[in-house]
């Protein structure tokens, strides 16, 4: 698939989910997924509603240990979620910065920072690959379920990014899926199934790659076996309780079978698991200061 194809449904799909109107049953179903990939209720209560889109695969902050006064970079940073949060923790004298590519998601995440009253967020529109912001600009870098879709042509300079923008002793904490073994030709082929996460995730070896020309050590990779097939679940729990006919009303995103189109014959009838584990990974990365 071409990268500019992929950049453009990427950027079509989030679109559409920052511009959608919420239901309560979606609501309850984004608070499921977030739950499940390692958010506390009392995290998410303290923030918008609308900062959690259910299109997490893990919860980077769990490991990115965020202290007084540091400034954290969001990649990806959808409608706030993690940026949110991150803020609270850095406090008054740091800064949380959210990169995204998506208009409408700048607009929803800006809207929501400012109903959360978050006066240190701050959000840059660019992609992950090139990113207008000042070398070594951040103690901690967080991603969230975001890698995945950069075109692997293009996911070394992601890294390169991130490896910039870290302050000497910086350090890297993403959330994200990687494949456990090749994926299945239907899976690689099909754009929905890379809008949703699962088709452009590279393999271990592939990721550790990308880290180590990028410039960073002390890498530790961490499978949290968490289980993919809760997006793939929820859907067909709607599909039966709901009988929906509009998919694009179903929930959104990281999500397997949760994008436009995505659900794909029988292809529901996979275990998402056998090809891709979310894993969270913690990269204490040290640059060099000599």
């Known amino acids: 698939m071409h990268s500019n194809a992929i950049y453009t449904h990427v950027q079509d799909r989030y679109g559409d989910l920052a511009d959608r109107s919420s239901t309560s049953e979606q609501e309850r179903t984004e608070q499921k997924i977030a739950q499940a990939f390692g958010y506390e209720a009392a995290d998410l209560s303290s923030i ?9 695969c893990g919860n980077p902050l769990a490991l990115a240990n965020l202290r007084e006064g540091e400034t954290v970079i969001d990649l990806g940073s959808g409608g706030g979620i993690d940026v949110l949060l991150a803020a609270k923790k850095v406090g008054p004298r740091g800064k949380a910065i959210g990169v995204d590519m998506t208009k409408s998601m700048l607009e929803l995440a800006r809207k929501n920072a400012e109903k959360a009253g978050a006066s240190n967020v701050s959000f840059v529109e660019a992609s992950i690959t090139s990113i207008p912001l000042p070398d070594a600009t951040a103690s ?5 379920c975001v890698v995945n879709l950069v075109p692997t042509v293009d996911k070394h300079l992601a890294f390169k990014e991130m490896f910039r923008l870290l302050q000497p002793g910086g350090r890297l904490a993403i959330s994200d899926i990687l494949t456990r073994k090749e994926l299945p030709q239907e899976v690689t082929n099909s754009l929905s199934f890379y809008v949703g996460c699962i088709a452009g995730a590279s393999q271990v070896h592939e990721y550790e790659k990308y880290l180590s020309e990028a410039g960073f050590k002390d890498i ?3 499978d949290t076996r968490s ?14 309780l709901e009988k929906m006919s509009d998919k694009s009303e179903r929930p959104g995103c990281c999500g397997v079978a949760q994008v436009n189109n995505a659900i794909e014959g029988d292809l529901l009838e996979h275990d998402f698991n ?4 979310e894993s969270s990974r913690l990269f204490d990365c040290w640059t060099d200061t000599d």
């Open 220 to 222: 530790t990779i961490v």
């Open 227 to 240: 289980d993919l097939n809760i997006y793939k679940d929820l859907v067909q729990e709607q599909m039966g």
């Open 274 to 277: 056998e090809w891709a584990g």
């Open 48 to 56: 918008p509603q609308a900062a959690n889109l259910g299109v997490s």
């Open 140 to 144: 901690c870098i967080i991603s969230n």
